[in-house]
């Protein structure tokens, strides 16, 4: 019904930035609100950053003031710019949006996921 599809990962040096970006397709109505939560080797994933379709947004304290996320409703992407990078950042990001499908239903959906490695 719906995919979500994420670019933008790869090998960076820390204090180097990357920018990621979801799109999604399918049989969307609209989007309530997307965001990007990431997994460590051995750890739990976790919430980075969500927007809602207003523009509202909301951060992890462990990326305020160095990761912005930003939403393209007419694209259906959300976009994460990620300045100032750490190795600790190094996880495979995932992209969600919470989306009203064209039959009125309301489903949550995930990308595939997209690597991310900071290291010198």
């Known amino acids: 019904q719906v995919q979500l599809v994420e670019s933008g990962g790869g090998l960076v040096q820390p204090g180097g930035s990357l920018r990621l970006s979801c799109a999604a397709s399918?049989?969307?109505?609209?989007?309530?609100?997307m965001g990007w939560y990431r997994q460590a080797p051995g750890k739990e994933r976790e919430l980075v950053a969500t927007i809602t379709r207003g523009g509202s947004t909301y951060y992890a304290d462990s990326v305020k003031g160095r990761f912005t996320i930003s939403m393209d409703n007419a694209k259906n992407t959300v976009y994460l710019q990620m300045n100032s990078l750490k190795p600790e950042d190094t996880a495979v990001y995932y992209c969600?949006?919470?989306?009203?499908?064209?039959?009125?239903?309301?489903?949550?959906?995930w990308g595939q996921g997209t690597q991310v490695t900071v290291s010198s």
């Open positions: 399918g049989s969307i109505f609209s989007i309530n609100h």
């Open positions: 969600n949006a919470n989306v009203v499908l064209v039959t009125g239903m309301v489903n949550g959906y």
